[in-house]
């Protein structure tokens, strides 16, 4: 494929147009797309006006850009990522309507060190979820993320560990050593709890799921205000979830952990976690 004057293809030109989109810019002028791409204006208006006529993008009456039908379709059609989000979803409806807070599906990407949200169900009400669907939060300080690397291999946990993690809040734990503990905690009681670490107000909850051979391939999770916080409600459910889906995935049933949600007092998370 031919390379442009600053050595990019024309797929890695056509991915910068494409990527220029999102929830918070859908519909882009020729003037935004060269600012965002930094390509030349020419070079846009023409990539563009091919992306427009294979469907790609769509152009509105006063000459703006936005994402055509034809990309849903390319990517509902077969993408696995499509048939998860799909079989997850009456999972993730079953925990909100029993906890009636924010719960979202994701995936794991190692190579970024991130998590790719697939689907997201809102709370009732107003509260602050930095979890987009098809957004991206970084693995060490979600959830979502080290429920998942909990169970990836060992050199993969420590090509994680190797970093650079970056605190996000003061309770942001970016200690290789504690992370490594709190990992092993999180397969001994088959869910994560992390408070005050993306937003200082919110506590998450998560749970992996597990695909053919056991192998950890996304988790669910549940955001709620720390003043709302009931782990007794939250936890069963969301275990549940968790070991529906992965059973719906094809994992082979797995032994239970300590089962902390069974538990009735009232005695919370952080009191467990002191006692350890």
């Given at each position: 494929?031919?390379?442009?004057?600053?050595?990019?293809?024309v797929i890695q030109r056509v991915v910068k147009i494409l990527d220029a989109f999102s929830r918070g810019n859908p519909r882009l002028t020729l003037?935004?797309?060269?600012?965002?791409?930094?390509?030349?204006?020419?070079?846009?208006?023409?990539?563009?006006?091919?992306?427009?006529?294979?469907?790609?993008?769509?152009?509105?009456?006063?000459?703006?850009?936005?994402?055509?039908?034809?990309?849903?379709?390319?990517?509902?059609?077969?993408?696995?990522?499509?048939?998860?989000?799909?079989?997850?979803?009456?999972?993730?409806?079953?925990?909100?309507?029993?906890?009636?807070?924010?719960?979202?599906?994701?995936?794991?990407?190692?190579?970024?060190?991130?998590?790719?949200?697939?689907?997201?169900?809102?709370?009732?009400?107003?509260?602050?979820?930095?979890?987009?669907?098809?957004?991206?939060?970084?693995?060490?300080?979600?959830?979502?993320?080290?429920?998942?690397?909990?169970?990836?291999?060992?050199?993969?946990?420590?090509?994680?560990?190797?970093?650079?993690?970056?605190?996000?809040?003061?309770?942001?734990?970016?200690?290789?050593?504690?992370?490594?503990?709190?990992?092993?905690?999180?397969?001994?009681?088959?869910?994560?709890?992390?408070?005050?670490?993306?937003?200082?107000?919110?506590?998450?909850?998560?749970?992996?799921?597990?695909?053919?051979?056991?192998?950890?391939?996304?988790?669910?999770?549940?955001?709620?205000?720390?003043?709302?916080?009931?782990?007794?409600?939250?936890?069963?459910?969301?275990?549940?979830?968790?070991?529906?889906?992965?059973?719906?995935?094809?994992?082979?049933?797995?032994?239970?952990?300590?089962?902390?949600?069974?538990?009735?007092?009232?005695?919370?998370?952080?009191?467990?976690?002191?006692?350890?």
């Amino acid at each position: 494929m031919a390379n442009s004057a600053s050595g990019e293809s024309v797929i890695q030109r056509v991915v910068k147009i494409l990527d220029a989109f999102s929830r918070g810019n859908p519909r882009l002028t020729l003037a935004e797309l060269v600012r965002i791409t930094g390509m030349s204006s020419s070079t846009a208006h023409r990539l563009a006006g091919g992306l427009v006529d294979s469907g790609l993008l769509n152009r509105g009456a006063d000459g703006d850009y936005g994402v055509g039908v034809k990309m849903w379709e390319l990517a509902s059609r077969s993408n696995p990522l499509e048939e998860f989000r799909r079989r997850g979803l009456p999972f993730l409806e079953g925990v909100h309507a029993a906890v009636r807070e924010n719960v979202s599906l994701s995936v794991p990407d190692v190579e970024s060190g991130s998590v790719l949200y697939l689907e997201r169900l809102d709370r009732h009400g107003t509260v602050l979820n930095l979890a987009d669907v098809a957004g991206r939060l970084d693995i060490h300080n979600t959830s979502s993320g080290l429920a998942m690397m909990a169970h990836m291999p060992r050199h993969v946990q420590e090509r994680f560990l190797a970093g650079p993690l970056q605190k996000t809040t003061p309770a942001t734990e970016t200690d290789p050593v504690k992370i490594r503990a709190h990992l092993a905690l999180i397969r001994e009681r088959g869910y994560v709890r992390l408070a005050g670490v993306l937003v200082p107000e919110n506590t998450a909850y998560s749970v992996p799921v597990f695909g053919e051979g056991n192998s950890v391939i996304g988790a669910i999770a549940v955001v709620v205000p720390t003043a709302d916080e009931k782990p007794q409600v939250i936890l069963p459910v969301l275990v549940a979830a968790g070991r529906g889906l992965s059973r719906t995935m094809g994992a082979e049933r797995r032994p239970y952990g300590t089962r902390p949600w069974l538990e009735t007092g009232r005695q919370s998370a952080d009191a467990r976690d002191a006692n350890i």
